[in-house]
């Protein structure tokens, strides 16, 4: 079980608490750098409950709080867009550190099983 | 977006709603001194009602001849006034001279008591008279049978006996005749001083009651306004005060307010920004720029999707306030329990 305790900062690199929706995002993203409407479109191919855009925004603020995400701004989209950008998101060391526990001890409860 | 863009954009934004706003509550305030209006304004017009006040007056037997005579003046210069031509002319007809007609009844009353009293004296009388020819008849008969007793006065009594009935049969007859008269007499006397009291008072109250249905009849036919008497000419003239100023206080709120609010209808509408941005633009003012981008690349996906306009709309408006509430409200509440976590752009 990774550590539970509450990230006060990334610099001792310690895995994070990551909730399901967490360790689904951080997923999605591991080794590939998307956007919100293509991380939406990743998790809703055969999610029963179907999330939307007010649901991932939250998500990704927290995981780039914790230092589990990290971003930057792509081109813009159009000019009918009115020239806003879109930011691309990719899985940080600590990130893909945090869901590797978190999928060790899945699978460790599995094996117990 | 630069940031001094979005602060002019929230600014414009800002001040729309305050005029809105202020707009709304200044309407608000109108409406209601409308309503104030509309319940103070005056049902007839002051005429109208100086007219019931100089009837009231004249109708009434207890006020003064000074008021009267002002009543009628005023009835008078109104009604030339309005052209009220049978009103004009009531208060000279002779029928108004109620003072007599009252004495004329005060007298028939106490006639009528005198007569009561004398037909009262006549009755006492007339019943004393019949007591005593009772008593004389009663005595006779005594004697008759003392005689018929005395069977020696047999013949002397039977004669007297005859006598005196027949002496008792025409007094007895004229008594009750005399008295069958005097009866006639009295009650043909009270009928006549009955008759002639409810008359006078019919008279007193004919002649009210007529002067004030003439004057009501010709307002209505003419003008179309009711004559107001009794208890609501005392409501309207005790509150007419305070309904003049109250009215007033209304019409000088409602147009100072309708003044405003017309002043903040034109200043809102002209009031625009100096940027020509487009609709994203602004709204990129209110959410962070991705999710702008992440909207418009979902439109265009919808679109294409040959979704219809009013569909694409609402799953757009629906999207941007799900957005709204997630951007300021839930992610400010759980940044208060996040580290700050700037260094997470990647070009750092």
């Given at each position: 079980m990774p550590s539970l305790k509450k990230n006060s900062g990334n610099k001792n690199n310690k895995p994070v608490r990551v909730s399901a929706i967490d360790e689904d995002v951080l997923t999605v993203l591991l080794g590939r750098e998307l956007y919100g409407l293509e991380i939406l479109d990743q998790l809703n191919l055969e999610r029963p409950n179907q999330l939307k855009f007010g649901s991932l925004y939250p998500v990704l603020n927290r995981l780039d709080k914790k230092g589990l995400v990290e971003w930057k701004w792509g081109d813009q989209v159009d000019t009918s867009s009115g020239g806003a950008r879109r930011k691309y998101y990719k899985v940080t060391g600590l990130g893909a550190k945090s869901l590797k526990a978190v999928q060790d001890y899945r699978v460790s409860l599995a094996y117990r099983a | 977006m630069e940031k001094e863009i979005k602060y002019k954009i929230r600014?414009?934004?800002?001040?729309?709603?305050?005029?809105?706003?202020?707009?709304?509550?200044?309407?608000?305030?109108?409406?209601?001194?409308?309503?104030?209006?509309?319940?103070?304004?005056?049902?007839?017009?002051?005429?109208?009602?100086?007219?019931?006040?100089?009837?009231?007056?004249?109708?009434?037997?207890?006020?003064?001849?000074?008021?009267?005579?002002?009543?009628?003046?005023?009835?008078?210069?109104?009604?030339?006034?309005?052209?009220?031509?049978?009103?004009?002319?009531?208060?000279?007809?002779?029928?108004?001279?109620?003072?007599?007609?009252?004495?004329?009844?005060?007298?028939?009353?106490?006639?009528?008591?005198?007569?009561?009293?004398?037909?009262?004296?006549?009755?006492?009388?007339?019943?004393?008279?019949?007591?005593?020819?009772?008593?004389?008849?009663?005595?006779?008969?005594?004697?008759?049978?003392?005689?018929?007793?005395?069977?020696?006065?047999?013949?002397?009594?039977?004669?007297?006996?005859a006598l005196a009935l027949a002496r008792n049969k025409p007094l007895n007859q004229n008594l009750e005749l005399e008295l069958a008269q005097d009866l006639a007499l009295v009650l043909d006397h009270n009928r006549d001083a009955d008759k002639a009291l409810i008359q006078g008072l019919e008279i007193k109250l004919v002649n009210n009651t007529l002067f004030v249905f003439i004057i009501a009849a010709e307002l209505e036919q003419t003008h179309g306004f009711i004559l107001q008497q009794g208890n609501n000419l005392e409501d309207l003239l005790s509150s007419e005060p305070n309904r003049a100023r109250v009215l007033i206080k209304s019409i000088l709120l409602l147009s100072s307010s309708l003044l405003i609010l017309i002043s903040l209808l034109v200043l809102l509408a002209n009031y625009k920004s100096p940027l020509k941005l487009s609709r994203t633009a602004h709204l990129m003012a209110f959410l962070p720029e991705e999710a702008m981008a992440e909207l418009c690349c979902l439109k265009q996906r919808l679109q294409q999707g040959k979704m219809s306009p009013w569909e694409i709309r609402k799953r757009l408006t629906h999207e941007f306030l799900i957005l709204f509430f997630a951007y300021y409200i839930q992610v400010q509440l759980e940044n208060l329990f996040l580290p700050s976590g700037d260094h997470n752009h990647i070009d750092d």
């Open positions: - | 600014n414009l934004w800002r001040d729309r709603l305050l005029m809105s706003v202020a707009s709304l509550v200044v309407l608000g305030f109108s409406g209601q001194q409308l309503r104030t209006l509309l319940a103070h304004r005056a049902i007839q017009p002051a005429w109208v009602l100086e007219l019931s006040q100089a009837v009231r007056i004249l109708a009434t037997d207890s006020k003064s001849s000074q008021e009267q005579e002002y009543a009628i003046s005023e009835l008078q210069r109104i009604s030339q006034a309005r052209d009220l031509q049978i009103t004009m002319l009531l208060p000279h007809l002779p029928w108004k001279n109620l003072k007599q007609q009252v004495e004329r009844v005060q007298n028939w009353k106490l006639h009528q008591e005198l007569a009561r009293a004398h037909a009262r004296v006549l009755v006492l009388e007339r019943v004393q008279a019949l007591e005593l020819a009772q008593k004389q008849r009663q005595s006779n008969q005594e004697k008759t049978r003392f005689l018929v007793i005395k069977r020696d006065r047999a013949l002397a009594l039977e004669r007297a006996l």
